[in-house]
């Protein structure tokens, strides 16, 4: 999974069987190291109840609706998804950009 964030908009870049993965109820994520030992990470996976973003302990959760998930997973010309989720400065976007199997995260 490949993870892109500018400024509140974060996007996620997936492979076919990160999505499948994803809708088989697991998650996906990685990491990125710094040099003074910190490190990011992030992780995808799906919650039937709804579509959050969380960062906690240096890390990015972001977790979608499963049935919205699967409904997108499943459908090969669906190649993206997004939403508007609220965040403390009014609210957190998921834009759907026209690419290859993407989750797009945009925090407005």
Same mark, same amino acid.
């Given at each position: 999974?490949?993870?892109?964030?500018?400024?509140?908009?974060?996007?996620?870049?997936?492979?076919?069987?990160?999505?499948?993965t994803i809708i088989a109820g697991g998650s996906v994520g990685g990491a990125t190291n710094f040099p003074a030992g910190e490190r990011l990470r992030y992780r995808?996976?799906?919650?039937?109840?709804?579509? /959050?973003?969380?960062?906690?302990?240096?890390?990015?959760?972001?977790?979608?609706?499963?049935?919205?998930?699967?409904?997108?997973?499943?459908?090969?010309?669906?190649? /993206?998804?997004?939403?508007?989720?609220?965040?403390?400065?009014?609210?957190?976007?998921?834009?759907?950009?026209? /690419?290859?199997?993407?989750?797009?995260?945009?925090?407005?």
């Amino acid at each position: 999974m490949k993870l892109r964030i500018l400024d509140n908009k974060i996007r996620l870049r997936l492979e076919r069987q990160e999505v499948a993965t994803i809708i088989a109820g697991g998650s996906v994520g990685g990491a990125t190291n710094f040099p003074a030992g910190e490190r990011l990470r992030y992780r995808l996976a799906t919650d039937n109840e709804k579509t /959050s973003a969380t960062f906690r302990e240096g890390e990015i959760v972001i977790l979608l609706h499963k049935p919205t998930a699967t409904i997108w997973g499943l459908d090969e010309t669906k190649i /993206s998804l997004d939403a508007v989720l609220p965040n403390a400065e009014g609210g957190l976007h998921r834009k759907r950009p026209a /690419s290859a199997a993407l989750c797009c995260v945009h925090l407005t």
